[in-house]
């Protein structure tokens, strides 16, 4: 299963709004609503950001939201700040057995 | 507070083993899946083998079948990766990650770092 495709890079300056794009196949993001998105800081865990595509956990802030049309996920931020430059990753549950899950090879959001 | 505790990385030979451990508290560990993600210096995430609550069901990513066994201990609230003839490859940071409904990662741990050099 091969990774799911995402932009090495995207930047905003503060209070602008970024979209991350996460391609897959009908196999993974396209035939499930299990896209989840990761903040990861450096030399830090990732942190869950969206689940179920859309779906904010607990302290998350509402600045941050998903979507999917067919293979294609996204994670839009808005109101872009300074703590939101990290890397990115998306995530699909993939239905096989040796590939369960499949990640995006993430993107570093800068805040110019 | 849910808390991931990994231990156990460290450097080792090329056809090595180790054990990694990731002690939960905070959660009835026993009610939830497990995972072991990893992710080699400067690259992205790479899922590699999940456990259900009861160890009933178990996979593993095709690039370590056959090399590293994933297991737990409920009574002890500890999941466990067994990673053996490791490979240069396998350098990573290991990290354990608690699996909610819908297939989501909702809780990891700091992870631990195995290196695999001459």
């Known amino acids: 299963q091969s990774a799911l495709t995402q932009p090495p890079s995207a930047s905003g300056s503060p209070g602008q709004s970024v979209t991350i794009s996460c391609t897959g196949t009908?196999?993974?993001?396209?035939?499930?609503?299990?896209v989840s998105w990761y903040q990861q800081h450096p030399g830090k865990a990732p942190k869950l950001m969206i689940y179920?595509?859309?779906k904010r956990p607990s302290g998350v802030p509402d600045r941050f939201s998903g979507s999917k049309s067919g293979n294609t996920a996204s994670l839009t931020v808005s109101g872009l700040q300074a703590e939101d430059d990290a890397d990115y990753y998306c995530s699909s549950y993939a239905g096989s057995n040796n590939a369960r899950v499949v990640f995006g090879g993430g993107t570093k959001l800068t805040v110019l | 507070e849910v808390q991931l505790v990994e231990s156990g990385g460290g450097l080792v030979q090329p056809g090595g083993s180790l054990r990694l451990s990731c002690a939960a508290s905070g959660f009835t560990f026993s009610s939830y899946s497990m995972n072991w993600v990893r992710q080699a210096p400067g690259k992205g995430l790479e899922w590699v083998s999940y456990?259900?609550?009861?160890?009933?069901?178990?996979y593993y990513a095709d690039s370590v079948k056959g090399r590293f066994t994933i297991s737990r201990d409920n009574a002890k609230n500890s999941l466990y990766l067994q990673v053996n003839s490791l490979r240069a490859e396998d350098t990573a940071v290991y990290y354990c990650?608690?699996?909610?409904?819908?297939?989501?990662?909702?809780?990891w741990g700091q992870g631990t770092l195995v290196t695999v050099s001459s």
């Open positions: 179920e595509v859309t």
């Open positions: 990650a608690r699996e909610a409904f819908g297939v989501v990662h909702d809780y």
């Open positions: 009908s196999s993974d993001v396209g035939g499930y609503n299990y």
């Open positions: 456990i259900s609550s009861s160890s009933s069901i178990i």
